[in-house]
């Protein structure tokens, strides 16, 4: 069974930055996609940012130019490069990996933005 351990979050100023770490306990090439999702209070959760096994990435619109997906294969491990956070960042932020037979999540992690 595949383990996704998320870590990073925390509380930041308005303009600040986090880094999110998602650790597989397998080889991340098992996954055709990974997946940061996120869900405020009260909202759907909401898929963030995506890397593909080739390594393409994709962004929710309110996010571009102001994060960034990555990965390190030797680690196992998805990243999520957070700058300039608003408030509106604000929520549980979710690890997601998709194999063809299942999809897999970590716990969450929150992150709150707020002065």
């Known amino acids: 069974q595949v383990q996704l351990v998320e870590s990073g979050g925390g509380l930041v100023q308005p303009g600040g930055s986090l880094r999110l770490s998602c650790a597989a306990s397998g080889s991340i090439f098992s996954f055709f996609a990974m997946h940061w999702y996120r869900q405020a209070p009260g909202k759907q959760r909401e898929l963030v940012a995506s890397?593909?096994?080739?390594?393409?990435?994709n962004y929710v619109n309110s996010v571009k130019d102001r994060f960034t997906i990555s990965r390190d294969i030797a680690k196992n491990t998805v990243y999520l490069q957070m700058n300039s956070l608003r408030s509106e960042d604000t929520a549980v932020y979710y690890c997601n990996a998709d194999s063809i037979t299942k999809s897999f999540w970590g716990q969450g992690t929150q992150v709150t933005v707020s002065s």
């Open positions: 890397i593909t096994s080739s390594g393409s990435t």
